[in-house]
């Protein structure tokens, strides 16, 4: 089994996006799971606008207080759902321990398998003159779905678990 260090090694996205395409599902497995020091990216709501007090949502926050660090298992294998850049870091989507699609850094990480999904596109959005790239499937290529899935959204997760269905049936 082939493995890419993301966690001490950061690989550039342009590098993971240059993935095998035609096989089915990438797999990273969790290397690290609290004390990362990874700062919590911060994305506007609402696109078109600046962030501020009432037009931000935050993505990868590490627990605090009892319950300490990430929802995720060291050793364990994770299926990645997407990858999404924002000023020079990599977040995999994929479904923590709660079986919730959360966005966590690379850093986290060692990519075990790195197909592609056939059904992966990209998708960028420009965000106070930087770029967002995202690698996913297409119900997530609107910055408002991303937002959704941030945010824990019904309908947005509805669409990822509709999603992942349909990918389950090709595996």
Same mark, same amino acid.
């Given at each position: 089994? %082939? ?5 001490? %090694? ?64 060291? &050793? ?12 020079? &870091? ?25 197909? %592609?999904?056939? &059904? ?10 930087? %770029? ?40």
């Amino acid at each position: 089994m %082939k493995y890419i260090m993301c966690g001490t %090694k950061p690989k550039t996205y342009s590098l993971i996006l240059n993935l095998n395409k035609g096989d089915i599902i990438m797999k990273v497995k969790c290397i690290k799971n609290r004390n990362a020091g990874i700062e919590p990216l911060v994305l506007p709501i609402r696109l078109q606008e600046k962030i501020s007090n009432d037009n931000y949502i935050l993505c990868d926050l590490e627990a605090t207080g009892s319950l300490v660090g990430y929802d995720i298992t060291i &050793e364990r294998e994770y299926d990645v759902f997407a990858i999404l850049n924002y000023e020079n &870091e990599t977040k995999f989507l994929i479904q923590d321990d709660s079986n919730i699609p959360v966005f966590h850094s690379s850093k986290l990480f060692v990519i075990v398998d790195d197909k %592609k999904d056939y &059904e992966w596109e990209d998708y960028s959005f420009d965000i106070s003159n930087r %770029k967002l790239l995202l690698k996913s499937y297409p119900e997530l290529s609107e910055y408002s779905e991303i937002v959704g899935i941030i945010g824990k959204n019904p309908k947005t997760i509805t669409k990822f678990l509709k999603y992942k269905e349909r990918r389950n049936l090709y595996n």
